[in-house]
């Protein structure tokens, strides 16, 4: 850490400000190696601990009130303890939380999504994105019975072994045996030229291209202008598949990104928001290649099972949290984003700053970086120590964010917290100008 004037007030407030924090860090540490048994949940000097959450908010053990724009990494959308999402917990859970049968639960879930994504004629639920993309990727192998697969530099998938070298920021190769990722190609995301010359080039071994619509723990770097129909046309002429991974996307239209720019992929995996809060990652596409499940017209299905698939409570959370969750309330979150949108860039132009922010419904990412982010690369320029020090001096402020610089809104959220929101990110960057004004001067205007 830098012994920047700055940044020490920084640090040093954020070491008063969670003390009964750090003394449950070195408490977990003993048991759970790096005291965070997920790597994101670690920063320095050490991670918050959150006792509870009640709607747009989050109380640590310290007793501070935080105003939540995390939500659990965009897998909460309704906040906290939403009632009707608890209702249904509570309801469903006192008959039993699992039979390992089909259930109304699975119906009724499958039947909602089926009805609002253009892509989905049906769906085969799991219990994480990751799951869900490694079961995408599998299908298109048996679907088309080639082994490659096209991937976008910058797109996160999950973390099995074919997509974990990921984001260049989560790039995870140790442990990774090289033929698991053999069959993988990568193209920078917003290259169309590229992604074509790609596709034509391997059409005869590529089963598919797997793509997020817009970069989602890359940096919310939105697709130029065409970029997902050129790749759509391409895909189908030369015999490969598409898939959509909208695990993250799905939250800013009832029907997802490709309802949004009306593109429809061949297969597509949702995940957090349509679980409510609790485990889920769905597959889901087009009957012609979800049949390859069926077991009453195929000889042999596709295997694909799990003790906890469709688990019957995580079907009832999602099932109220997305009833809800519809157009006027998308609309309505996505306003909230676009609130903060605008009020941040005029903060950012009132401080003579020239950095990005990119916003699409209630997900916002802030890049330290003196020109628009179009690709991966562009957000790897980004300035580490901001990042670091913004997410500390918002924690002082009683703010939560996600270190790197990404804001998820939630339904919960009021225009005047948004506000106090916009005001708060104003005195973070007053608070970094004058490290700015000394160490990064390509940011300013
Ligand atoms: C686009 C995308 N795909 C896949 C995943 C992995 O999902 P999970 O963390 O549920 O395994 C994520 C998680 O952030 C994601 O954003």
Redesign the pocket.
């Known amino acids: 850490m830098s012994a920047h004037p700055v940044a020490a007030k920084i640090v040093d407030k954020y070491r008063e400000t969670y003390p009964a924090s750090r003394e449950r860090h070195q408490r977990l540490v003993k048991y759970i190696p790096g005291g965070a048994t997920r790597s994101l949940s670690y920063f320095k000097p050490w991670p918050i601990h959150i006792d509870y959450g009640k709607g747009a908010h989050v109380y640590t053990h310290e007793g501070h009130e935080l105003l939540d724009v995390t939500n659990a ?3 909460l959308v309704h906040g906290h303890g939403d009632p009707d999402v608890v209702a249904a917990v509570q309801a469903g859970i006192e008959r039993g939380s699992q039979y390992s049968t089909p259930t109304d639960g699975q119906y009724r879930l499958a039947k909602l999504l089926c009805d609002r994504v253009p892509g989905f004629d049906k769906v085969r639920f799991l219990n ?6 490694m079961f995408a990727m599998r299908t298109a192998r048996a679907i088309t019975g080639k082994d490659k697969i096209l991937k976008m530099t910058g ?5 099995h072994d074919c997509v974990a070298a990921s984001t260049k920021k989560n790039v995870i190769t140790a442990g990774i045996p090289a033929g698991m990722t053999a069959d993988m190609l990568e193209v920078p995301f917003n290259d169309p030229v590229a992604a074509e010359k790609a596709v034509k080039e391997n059409a005869p071994h590529l089963a598919a291209v797997i793509m ?1 619509p817009f970069l ?2 890359g940096g919310v770097v939105l697709p130029e202008e065409g970029l997902l129909k050129r790749i759509r046309e391409v895909t189908r002429a030369q015999g490969v598949l598409l898939i959509f ?5 799905f939250r800013v239209d009832i029907g997802g990104c490709q309802n949004l720019y009306g593109v429809v992929p061949d297969l597509t ?1 949702v ?2 928001v349509v679980g409510g809060g609790l ?3 769905v597959l889901g596409g087009k009957a012609e290649f979800m049949n390859i499940y069926c077991h009453e017209n195929t000889e042999k299905p596709l295997y694909h099972s799990g003790t906890f698939n469709g688990y019957e409570t995580v079907m009832q959370a999602g099932f109220a949290a997305m009833t809800k969750y519809d157009e006027q309330t998308i609309a309505d979150i996505n306003a909230k984003g676009a609130r903060f949108q605008k009020g941040l860039l005029a903060s950012i132009a009132d401080n003579g700053l020239n950095i990005q922010s990119n916003q699409i419904g209630s997900l916002l990412n802030i890049h330290f970086v003196n020109r628009p982010t179009i690709k991966a690369a562009d957000v790897l320029e980004s300035e580490e120590e901001l990042h670091t020090l913004m997410h500390l001096s918002l924690l002082n402020k009683r703010i939560f964010n996600i270190p790197r610089g990404l804001f998820i809104l939630s339904t919960k959220i009021t225009d005047d917290e948004m506000d106090m929101l916009v005001g708060k990110m104003d005195e973070t960057l007053k608070e970094l100008l004058p490290l700015i004004q000394e160490k990064y001067t390509h940011l300013l205007l």
Not at 128 to 133: L, M, P
């Open positions: 990494y965009g897998a994480s994105g990751t799951e869900a993309t797109g996160f998938h999950g973390t997020e989602g723990a991974d909208e695990i993250f996307s995996t995940g957090k485990p889920i990652g």
